[in-house]
Each structure stands twice: as C-alpha cells, then as structure tokens.
C-alpha cells in the first residue's frame, strides 16, 4: 500500500509547496495586508492629527472671539464712559456760557444803568435849573444865580463854633490861597459881596481867585486845601441818584432771580 | 479499478516511479505556485484591491486566525506549514469533481508523508519555541515512566493522522465508485459534493490537529514562561 518512493517524493514535493506559497503567496499577501494596514493606521494617524489641529485653531478662535468680546464690551464701556465725560463736559462749557452769558449781560445791564443815570442826572439838572430859574424868575424876577449866592453867603455867614474857628483857621492859615468856583460867570457885583464875606471870613489880604468850574454841576464853592463850604444842586442830586439806584437794583435783583 | 493512485504507473525508471500521485501533486503545485504567483505579483496596498488578492487575503487571515486561535501566539512562523498543508489537502480534495483527476490525498503514501512532515515538524517548532532540553524534558513529565508512552502517542497520532485523511479520502472515492457501478445516474452526484464537503473538513482537521500538536509541543516552554512570570 505504502509506496516509499512516493512517499520521500511528497516529501520533498510538499516541502517545495511550502517554500512556493511562502514565497509567492503568504510572503506578498502578509506584506501587502501589513503595508495597508500602516498605511490605514498612518491615515488614522494623520487623520487625528488634523483634529487636533483642527481642535486647536476651534479653541484658538474661540478665544480670538472671546478676546473679541472682551474687547467689544471694554470699548462699548470706554466709549461710554467717554460719552459721558464728554456730554459733562459740554453741559460744563454750557452752563459757563450761559453764566459768562448772563454775567455779561447782568455787566451790560449795569453799563446801561449807569449810562441812564448820568444821562438822567444831566437831564434833571437842566430841568431843575431850569425850572428853578423861571419859578424864581416868575415869583421874584430875581435869577438863580443870585439865589445860590446869597445862599452861599449865608453859609459863610453861618460858619462859626469849634468847627467854624478850625476853618477860619485855615483860611488864614492857607498858602495857596483861596479859591471860588461857579458852575455859571459870576458878575462883578456877585464877586465883589462874595469876595467881601470871604475876606470879613479869614483876612482882609488873602488872594481870592474866582473860577468857572465844570466839575460843579450847579452851585458855588470855596475850596481850600483842606476845607470846601459851598452849596450844589449836585448834592441833592446824589440823594434822587441813590435812591434811583436802589430801585434799579431792586428790579435787576427780580430779573436775575 | 484503483484503490490508490500509486499504481497508476506512467513511467517507471528503476527505483524512479513516476505515478499519479506524484504528477497530480505537481500540477496541484504548479496549480498553487501559477495562481499565487499571478495574483501577487500586483498587489495592491491601496484600500481597493482586486477581488483575486482579496479572496487570498480572506484565506491567509483566515488560517492565521485560526492558527492564533489555537496557539495563543501573534505569530506568522506556523503559516506557511499550517496553511500549505490546508490548502494543499484542500485543492487536493475539490479537484475531484474534475473527470480522471485522482487525488493524490487519497494515496496513503502521500498522507503518509505529510504525517510524517507533522511528525518532524511538532518536535522542531517545539524546539525552537523553548529549546532542545526544555522540548525534550516535556516527553518525561509529569515522571519519567510517561516516556514510552509519550513516544507511542507521538507516533500513533501520526499514523492516524496518515490513515483517517487516507481513509476518507479513499472511501469518498470508492463510495462514488461502488455506487457508479450499482445506481449510476444519480447517488454518485450527491455522493461526490459529500466527497467535496468532506473533503474540505479533512483539510480543516489535519491542519487543525497538525497546529494542536505543534501548541502541545510549544505549550511546555509557555509553561515555563508563565511560571516564571508568576514567580
């Protein structure tokens, strides 16, 4: 039954077998099936490494948006902040308008009181003047001028006591000497009874210059170094000025409340 | 009619006998070698391949995951041994539906050799796993007195081994034949696609029980490994 011949020949024939499929078959197709396989595990491989990287530039946006936000919300507060700061400051700047506005105006108003006074002070010394002078010219036929004159000498007349001594005193006493001033020309006559009452007053000597003077706006005085007697309307007119002013006042106090 | 495929003599040289069993062997071979050699030759490592190399790719997975199955091992050394002895019974078998093809498996001189092929084998593996005296010292365990009766289960197995894949084979081809001879038209056919099942269970078996023997051979060095692992 057992061909020994045959036997060794299958021997050998299976050993070739092996070496043959070896060779051409396990060898190439291990090879092959490992080579995919690495090039499977290299594609996974690369595959995960993408998604890391991809991962990452996700994580690096989500921060460059975070950052982004972030940054939105500093500036919107920022800009708000600047907003407000700056609205202040151009409520600030109004309000010193309106106060520079209103100091300016309040500056003018007073300009313009002080400008209607003087012009009303003017006015009411020509009307008074005038007036006086016609009343006193209607009632005595006599003029003003001679009034304030004899007003003047009986204030002369009317210097005496402790007070009057003192001014006596210096009349004498005066080195520059005595001056009369009018607001009007003094006639001669005026001067002589004037010049006469000064004189009974310090020394019978003494220099009197006479004067027209434009500081007075009505009136007559002697004016020494130390001492002035006269009369003038400028004094009563001091008194109606003041009491204008309060009344001014008064009423711009009402306007700037 | 022949009970074996060796006495179909083509030529005979003196003690040179050119027989069936051998001239079938090599055109299985060069049946083997031809269409290996064809579709290997362009193998693809892309993830498209062609369905040639993936049939092979099926079979050389296949018998490698049988052959980890039963040794445990993340090894290719058994395949070419384990998977030639597979695919040479096998091709072996199927051929038969072929007409005058005699399969050289149904020669006990060709079962024969290849027991003889495992026989040498177990112990060889079984030495370059764990070494000549480490192989050796597996024959005497677990005493001494289990030495002779190791070595008649190594020769026995052998021989069975040889005789059942003869046996089948051999009674799969006279089966068809007596049956020819008594119910020629139809029993023959289904007994012939038993013969083809049959046929490919015994490649499964030889192959299965050659990778048994070479696992005892090598469990010994295993063995000896895990226990020093443990110690």
């Avoid at chain 1, 007073?110 to 010394?125: A, P």
């Avoid at chain 1, 204030?155 to 607001?183: C, M, Y």
Wanted: hydrophobic residues 45%; glycine residues 4%; proline residues 2%.
């Amino acid at each position: 039954m057992i061909d020994w011949f045959t036997v060794c020949a299958q021997i050998v024939n299976f050993l070739i077998l092996v070496f043959l499929l070896k060779r051409f078959l396990y060898g190439p197709i291990i090879k092959a099936i490992d080579k995919r396989e690495e090039k499977i595990s290299a594609r996974i491989q690369e595959v995960e490494q993408k998604r890391l990287a991809a991962e990452e530039e996700k994580n690096m946006y989500l921060k460059k948006n975070e950052d982004f936000e972030l940054q939105r919300a500093e500036m919107h507060a920022r800009m708000k902040e600047d907003t407000e700061s700056q609205k202040k400051q151009l409520l600030e700047k109004s309000r010193q308008e309106i106060e520079d506005i209103k100091t300016r105006w309040s500056e003018s108003i007073m300009q313009e009181r002080d400008v209607f006074l003087r012009d009303l002070r003017k006015r009411v010394i020509d009307q008074v003047y005038a007036i006086t002078r016609q009343a006193l010219a209607d009632l005595a036929a006599s003029d003003i001028e001679q009034h304030i004159v004899n007003l003047f000498l009986k204030k002369i007349k009317e210097v005496n006591g402790a007070n009057g001594e003192k001014i006596t005193q210096a009349l004498r006493d005066s080195a520059t000497g005595i001056t009369i001033a009018t607001s009007f020309e003094l006639p001669e006559e005026q001067r002589d009874s004037i010049l006469q009452a000064v004189r009974e007053l310090a020394a019978e000597n003494k220099d009197v210059t006479f004067i027209v003077s434009k500081d007075i706006l009505c009136g007559i005085e002697l004016r020494e170094k130390d001492y002035v007697i006269g009369w003038n309307l400028e004094n009563y007119l001091t008194s109606l000025e003041k009491d204008f002013d309060k009344a001014i006042k008064a009423d711009s106090g009402r306007i700037k409340r | 009619m022949k009970i074996s495929p060796d006495l179909i003599i083509f030529r005979q040289w003196g003690l040179f006998t050119l027989n069936a069993t051998i001239v079938f062997t090599w055109a299985i071979m060069a049946f083997l070698t031809i269409g290996s050699w064809i579709v290997t030759r362009k193998l693809s490592t892309k993830t498209k391949i062609s369905r040639w190399q993936n049939i092979l790719e099926i079979l050389v997975t296949w018998i490698h995951g049988q052959i980890k199955a039963i040794s445990h091992r993340e090894t290719y050394r058994y395949l070419p041994f384990v998977g030639t002895l597979f695919i040479f019974i096998a091709v072996s078998n199927l051929l038969t539906v072929v007409p005058w093809y005699q399969a050289p498996t149904g020669s006990l001189s060709t079962t024969v050799a290849l027991a003889v092929c495992v026989f040498f084998a177990t112990p060889l593996f079984g030495i370059m796993e764990g070494g000549l005296k480490e192989y050796f010292r597996s024959y005497i365990k677990p005493t001494f007195f289990m030495l002779p009766f190791n070595i008649i289960g190594e020769i026995s197995r052998t021989l069975a081994l040889a005789v059942r894949l003869f046996g089948n084979i051999m009674s799969g081809s006279m089966i068809a034949g007596i049956l020819l001879s008594i119910t020629p038209l139809f029993f023959p056919v289904i007994m012939q696609a038993f013969g083809l099942i049959t046929g490919l269970v015994q490649a499964y078996i030889f192959a299965v029980l050659t990778m048994v023997y070479i696992a005892s051979a090598i469990q010994a060095h295993n063995k000896k490994v895990t226990k020093d692992a443990e110690h």
